[in-house]
């Protein structure tokens, strides 16, 4: 399981668990809060009542007929009551008085009770005990909705225990209220949890974002390819990030270095040899002329050295390179015009021909100086593989956001072995006019050149005869000329 996936499902159970446990403690005693609330102002109504009946006894002025009077107003008294959502359309309280051993005295809602013997019932049982008495008794045994509420006071006459007081209330309205709450708080409930839900995977997304980064990043690198490091955030992850970087440029720097010396090693070692076997023959008698010309090859051998340990500092320079470290506009109409006009004298001395198309200002994203060296090297391959009174074709063509720059001439082409090669250091194939080969640095300078530019190089034989050579650039724009 990915990283992002674990922290997410982490997050999803550590919601669940924690919000389980209050939610279903606050449904399962949402009934018992509503039934605090009623019994509290209940309470008071019932001592108040007590308290009335008791001053009434006092005086000899009780008749329950007055009593049955009131309430059977109260409850024939129509009511148009609206609690929030809950319409009340009646008096539901009852009442119901005992003396001290018990027996009903008076009952609002039944008069055939009285005389009935109560002393059983936990609210009259232990009022008479001095003890507050409460009781909840289903009105219809079968019924679960059917509760009923009964809250108890003592009666004193005389400041001595005459009788209790109690007022009853059905649980309906309490059980219509927690029907319209419960739904209401499973979904305020569930909303909550898809919102924490959705907070745990953008949480997870958030923190897993940087790993991303550097995996992309490190993927990338081990392809082989040039990619700038990515941005991290300054937690764990960055500094890992950054001490992977750190090792990579330690590694990557050994491993350079180890390379360039292995290829500058075999590279000079040749010329080396033609030098040190031409050094000992002049310690030898000869003619002038003999001697003029292994002077003539050391000399020769000697600028071909120079020129591989001038190339190579060239590329290293260049392969080091991350990114470009200069980034602008780049004209690359101006860009091949001025490329063509450094190559003239060689291109007059061949008596070769070129011709450039291209609409527009042709514009890139990029460094115009090593653009610059990586055309004049693809066209200066050209030169030397055209033949006397041959012809160059350059091309610029936009398609889209990319600029393709094709450089054709009618040389012999690519030989089939030297395909895959023509881009490896040091490969390098033998000039018609001369024989000699260059030192195989400026194809691999190319397409160090296009990397950096996010672009490709290619070789190819062109149907008829000759070669293209097609350099791939990212296009920032077109101008009409």
């Known amino acids: 399981m990915k990283l992002g996936a674990r922290i997410f499902f982490c997050y999803l159970l550590i919601f669940i668990v924690c919000f389980y446990y209050p939610f279903d403690w606050m449904l399962d005693n949402l009934r018992i ?86 002393s059983r019932w936990r609210d009259v049982k232990l009022t008479l005990a001095g003890r507050y008495g409460a009781r ?24 001595r225990l005459a009788g209790v007081l ?18 209401q708080i499973s979904t305020k409930g569930t909303i909550s949890l898809l919102a924490a839900v959705m907070l745990s995977l953008l949480a997870s997304i958030w923190i897993t974002r940087p790993i991303k980064r550097l995996t992309w990043y490190t993927d990338n690198i081990r392809e082989g390819k040039r990619v700038p490091f990515p941005k991290l955030d300054r937690s764990e992850i960055g500094e890992l990030g950054n001490a992977l970087s750190r090792m990579q440029d330690a590694l990557e720097g050994k491993k350079y270095a180890e390379q360039y ?43 071909r050295i120079r020129n591989i340990v001038d190339r190579m500092l060239e ?34 001395k061949k008596h070769i021909a070129v011709k450039f198309a291209g609409n527009g200002e042709l514009i890139v994203e990029g460094d115009s100086f090593l653009l610059h060296q990586a055309i004049g090297n693809i ?70 050149v296009a990397i950096l530019h996010n672009g490709t190089v290619r070789l190819t034989n062109r149907p008829d005869k000759g070669t293209r050579a097609t350099l791939t650039l990212a296009c920032s724009g077109q101008r009409s000329s």
């Open 379 to 448: 066209v200066q391959n050209a030169i030397d593989f055209s033949p006397l009174r041959g012809r160059i074709s350059i091309t610029a063509r936009q398609s889209g956001r990319a600029l393709a720059l094709t450089i054709d001439d009618d040389g012999p082409g690519v030989p089939d072995y030297a395909g895959e090669k023509v881009f490896a250091k040091f490969f390098s194939l033998q000039r018609p006019d001369t024989g000699k080969k260059s030192t195989g640095l400026g194809l691999n300078f190319v397409q160090e």
């Open 136 to 159: 909840t008794t289903r009105k219809y045994e079968r019924v679960l909705d059917s509760s009923v509420l009964y809250v108890a006071a003592p009666v004193y006459v005389n400041d």
């Open 315 to 348: 590329l290293s320079t260049l392969e080091n390179q991350k990114m470009l470290r200069r980034v602008e506009a780049v004209y690359l109409r101006s860009v091949i015009k001025t490329v063509i006009e450094s190559k003239r004298p060689m291109l007059l």
């Open 33 to 118: 809060r509503y039934l605090e609330g009623v019994e509290d102002p209940l309470v008071d109504q019932a001592n108040i009542l007590a308290g009335i009946v008791g001053r009434d006894m006092e005086r000899g002025q009780f008749d329950p007929d007055d009593f049955y009077d009131v309430f059977a107003d109260v409850y024939a008294r129509p009511l148009s009551s609206r609690i929030y959502e809950l319409m009340k359309t009646n008096v539901d309280i009852d009442i119901y008085i005992t003396d001290t051993s018990g027996t009903v005295l008076f009952d609002s809602r039944d008069k055939s009770r009285i005389g009935a013997d109560y």
């Open 261 to 303: 010396v292995q290829s500058l090693t075999h590279e000079i070692k040749s010329p080396l040899s033609a030098i040190r076997g031409a050094a000992e023959l002049l310690e030898e008698k000869m003619r002038p002329e003999q001697r003029a010309r292994f002077l003539s090859n050391i000399r020769s051998e000697a600028n």
């Open 166 to 183: 109690t007022v009853a209330k059905p649980t309906t309205n309490i059980n219509n209220f927690l029907k319209g709450a419960k739904p």
